[in-house]
């Protein structure tokens, strides 16, 4: 099993910056790849970043590629997201997840557990 507890989350003016953390706990998490997604009012869950494992390289949906980081630290077994340049269209809940294996990391049915998420608002 594995718990996933997301931080971080806030009000930002546009040109902001927020980073989100993830604190995950349970067996084998460092073997796990991870993701971010967003879910907007009114809008399906998005693919926002996701990082493999051990984690040197993150992978990033267009719309925040160049704006935002994720990394990870296995030793302190959290997730980050670092996210510049915020716009108001990146007001969202944002998910972290994580999984085993798979393709890729924009599929969220193949995330096998998730965060509670945690609010970010961007005003214009």
């Known amino acids: 099993q594995v718990q996933l507890v997301e931080s971080g989350g806030g009000l930002v003016q546009a040109g902001g910056s927020l980073r989100l953390s993830c604190a995950a706990s349970?067996?084998?998490?460092?073997?796990?790849?991870m993701g971010w997604f967003r879910q907007a009012p009114g809008k399906e869950r998005e693919f926002v970043a996701g990082i493999s494992n051990p984690g040197s390289i993150g992978n990033y949906a267009d719309s925040v590629k160049g704006r935002f980081t994720i990394s990870r630290d296995n030793a302190k077994i959290t997730v980050s997201l670092q996210m510049n340049g915020l716009t108001p269209e990146d007001g969202a809940i944002y998910y972290c997840?994580?999984?085993?294996?798979?393709?890729?990391?924009?599929?969220?049915?193949?995330?096998?557990?998730w965060g509670q998420g945690t609010q970010v608002t961007v005003s214009s």
């Open positions: 997840a994580a999984k085993i294996g798979g393709r890729g990391f924009d599929r969220d049915y193949e995330y096998a557990y």
């Open positions: 349970g067996r084998t998490v460092s073997s796990y790849r």
